[in-house]
């Protein structure tokens, strides 16, 4: 069983930056797909961004495109969401999720699919205030 857990989360003005991380149990993290998503009260669950266990290759959804950053830090197990320029419309609880299989046998659902992922954490709340 991999644990996930977030942290970070809390608020913050509009234009303001906020820097969540997240810390998976298990093997390590670059043998992980990892990804973001943030759901909304009312909300479906929305894509954020993903990285995955290879590194090469990040992907972002749409409305964070050039304000938000994923990266992953070997060293420390972590893989991180650097969120910057943020917007009121960007509140949500924002959860981490892994995905262990990809590193053996791929996966027939796309990364920015929440599918893709069988491990996720409890999620951390972003409030960013007008």
């Known amino acids: 069983q991999v644990q996930v857990v977030e942290s970070g989360g809390g608020l913050v003005q509009a234009g303001g930056s906020l820097r969540l991380s997240c810390a998976a149990s298990?093997?390590?993290?670059?043998?992980?797909?990892m990804g973001w998503f943030r759901q909304a009260p009312g909300k479906a669950r929305e894509f954020v961004a993903s990285?995955?266990?290879?590194?090469?290759?990040?992907f972002y959804g749409d409305s964070v495109k050039g304000r938000f950053t994923i990266s992953r830090d070997d060293a420390k197990n972590t893989v991180n969401l650097q969120m910057d320029s943020l917007k009121p419309e960007d509140t949500a609880v924002y959860y981490c999720?892994?995905?262990?299989?990809?590193?053996?046998?791929?996966?027939?659902?796309?990364?920015?699919?929440?599918?893709?992922?069988?491990?996720w954490g409890q999620g951390t709340q972003v409030t960013v205030s007008s």
């Open positions: 298990g093997r390590a993290v670059s043998t992980y797909d």
């Open positions: 999720a892994a995905d262990t299989s990809s590193y053996f046998s791929g996966s027939i659902y796309p990364d920015n699919s929440p599918l893709h992922y069988q491990y």
């Open positions: 990285v995955s266990w290879s590194g090469g290759d990040t």
